[in-house]
């Protein structure tokens, strides 16, 4: 059973609390694992590879074999069937075609005092996407990551995934030859991400990483941050439905649902104006879970961290939805449009009844990597502006560093910071000489 | 003396990259510390902000005094200077100029499936703004973190200052109400950081963390990060000068200096395509050493991380400058606009002999948060993006549904996620039958 609860009853706030703040996620401490293992990749390289992949996936790799070939992409391609390929390129161009207009625009112009100011935007030179083999083996996520970092103009994007027992997914390999993948290793766990971060003699080192992973590859890629880029380190999945009575519970259900079995530790919450609707949902949720067949998560997800909020009206399903900053946010309701206006925190809309969520994991265009735990108060999902970075320009004239030089040195001299305050004194000097 | 390489020399590869390489900085690990730190302010509020600032900084405050009063502000401010005011106030007028035109805009289109898409950039709703007290506390370093995030529409922007045995510094508090901080906290190191994450009493919990501040407020960030945003942990400050026969050395030299006397851990490097050149601005270093105030500081980074490097040609120079990624890169040559925008990765450039590194560090208008350590390869300086998110938004007609909704029920089941597609379906089921 899910979570009832009434936004009008007395215990409302103290339950809310506890939603809010419930510890979905007890991820193993791996650190220590997680250090020898990057330490071993930097001391002994390829061969540190190798002797992890033997050991993790009961694979035998050579130095030849770390990289996975041409042939073999055009082989596991070759296996794939002409509408998965057809809805892989659909995904990828739609997905393409949204990610091109976040490409930012450089600036150049010239202040009052005479100052050419600006910036320039340059793509990051390397990129390295860590995708996970198994189960979690998505190529809607190689897609996701990997034609953002085209659209931004990365030259080389390496992508590692591991192999388990030699077994490859052909459908992450085409996506990620749709998407434009330059090299493919069959490596993974925090020895992947050492090997992307520091490089082999094999693998040369990427300035950028992004991708998910299990516990090792997330403690890795916080250990790597620095010596290179990392995008955020995602948490399980959310979901928020604001729903009216107007709705099919069985439509609502599903999208619940298309989260909850994505993992245990994943969290479905429907806040509804209608508490007879709530119900008929949770009703449809219990009819569903007699047969998914992922029904065991799911059920999991839903029973300890699905819940059913009742509001009076939409002012309060509006509050409490900036109060949990959803990753996805599906408002089916009249008018979803003004609602969605009044969202401040949230990863992703999906707006009115005819955009279920999972529109947004594979096809709407919009990136699926999003921010999770609340951290949509504070950072954006995935996105072009992950693969480039900004330069500042500044080029004073004699005249406009005549104009704010002085108050220059006045600031420096305040900070006690001499050379500062001199090395642009020197110059005015100049020009009071001239 | 600083190092001396040439680039045709034979061992230059070798002593480039030793350079490169460098550790500059050994942060003592103080993390156990500040994880108890925090742990205790998360227990105790604002008693244990009172119990540590009592311990490091020697004062003794109440919940009452925890925060700087309006009329303390105003007697700060009156003590400075007409002329400092004035220098801050167009210092402020300047960045928020500049920093105006970061300011993303929202974007909604219809594509060609009939789905709206688009997107709608928010500000982050409170910022925390970490000011290091001492030496270090920089009226500058307040208008570039604060501007910014109120430039973005940052609703609360609460500042946390040190002061030990109670001295504030009036400049500071002058920048801060310039910027239009909002409230100010005389607290410091790791219990100011996690007040501004966890909250106490008397201090709201803010969403994003930013500012510089010693070993133990950079792990404080690092451990409350993921709970709030953080902006980059910066390491000590670097510049880069490509400079001709063209110039004058003392310019030069104390545009070197002027990076130097921040910090023994600082490192400023001069490439020059002419190596008497070189030699005359090591001279001239020299020469300056003998009298600037903070010649011990200068003195032992230009010592032990300075370098000049004579190469053959301004080709070698912006290879070698991408290698270096530097922080502040200073571009003294003929045509420094062309030789510009054939440089990758820097946090800012300073174009032609008129634009000294130290106008970028108070008045140019761009900002001074720049990333280090070779993290411009793949970063940043700071700006308004980092107090503003995005979310992203999706609508689907039916009509847009039925078009791309058969490839994403495709893929879901490739992916072996039945609800996904489900949910898809059902609604596809229903286009069917009406």
């Not at 293992?37 to 770390?66: F, H, N, S």
């Not at 809607?140 to 388990?164: D, E, H, I, Q, Y």
């Not at 009076?312 to 206006?341: K, Q, T, Y």
């Not at 954006?380 to 080029?395: C, E, N, P, Q």
Request: charged share 20%.
């Amino acid at each position: 059973m899910p979570d009832f609860l009434n936004y009008d009853d007395a215990d409302f706030e103290t339950r809310f609390l506890a939603l809010l703040t419930a510890k979905r996620e007890d991820s193993p401490d791996v650190d220590d694992a997680v250090a020898a293992i990057i330490a071993q990749v930097r001391a002994q390289g390829d061969a540190a590879l190798i002797a992890l992949t033997e050991k993790y996936d009961r694979l035998t790799l050579t130095p030849d074999t770390l990289r996975i070939s041409t042939a073999e992409v055009d082989a596991a391609c070759a296996q794939v069937s002409n509408d998965d390929r057809a809805a892989l390129e659909l995904a990828a161009a739609r997905i393409r075609a949204y990610h091109a207009r976040q490409l930012p625009e450089d600036a150049q112009w010239e202040d009052e005092a005479g100052a050419t100011l600006g910036w320039r935007w340059t793509p990051v030179s390397a990129a390295g996407l860590y995708v996970p083999g198994g189960l979690a083996s998505y190529p809607s996520s190689v897609l996701m990551n990997a034609v953002p970092a085209k659209v931004a103009g990365v030259g080389r994007l390496a992508m590692v995934v591991p192999s388990p027992d030699g077994v490859l997914n052909p459908l992450v390999l085409m996506a990620a030859r749709i998407a434009g993948v330059d090299e493919i290793y069959r490596i993974g766990g925090a020895q992947a991400i050492a090997a992307l971060a520091y490089g082999t003699e094999t693998i040369a080192p990427v300035d950028k990483i992004t991708g998910p992973g299990n516990a090792y590859v997330a403690a890795a890629k916080r250990r790597v941050f620095g010596k290179v880029g990392i995008d955020m380190i995602a948490g399980p999945s959310e979901i928020l439905v604001i729903a009216d009575a107007d709705n099919d519970p069985d439509w609502i259900a599903l999208d619940l649902l298309s989260q909850a079995e994505h993992d245990e530790s994943a969290q479905s919450i429907l806040i509804t104006t209608d508490a007879a609707f709530g119900r008929a949902v949770a009703d449809a949720v219990d009819a569903r879970l007699q047969t998914l067949e992922r029904r065991k998560i799911a059920g999991a997800s839903w029973r300890d961290f699905g819940a059913i909020i009742t509001v009076p009206d939409l002012d309060a399903a509006v509050a409490l939805s900036d109060r949990i900053a959803p990753e996805h946010l599906e408002l089916c309701v009249n008018d979803a449009e003004a609602l969605a206006a009044r969202i401040t925190h949230a990863g992703a809309i999906f707006v009115g009844g005819w955009t279920p969520e999972a529109i947004g994991d594979y096809i709407g265009g919009p990136n699926h990597v999003l921010p999770t735990a609340r951290s949509a108060r504070f950072s954006s999902g995935l996105s072009v502006m992950d693969f480039v970075k900004r330069t500042t320009i500044a080029r004073m004239t004699p005249q406009a560093l005549a104009a704010v030089g002085p108050s220059a040195v006045r600031l420096a001299t305040s900070e006690s910071l001499e050379a500062h305050g001199l090395s642009v004194q020197a110059r005015l000097d100049r020009l009071n000489q001239s």
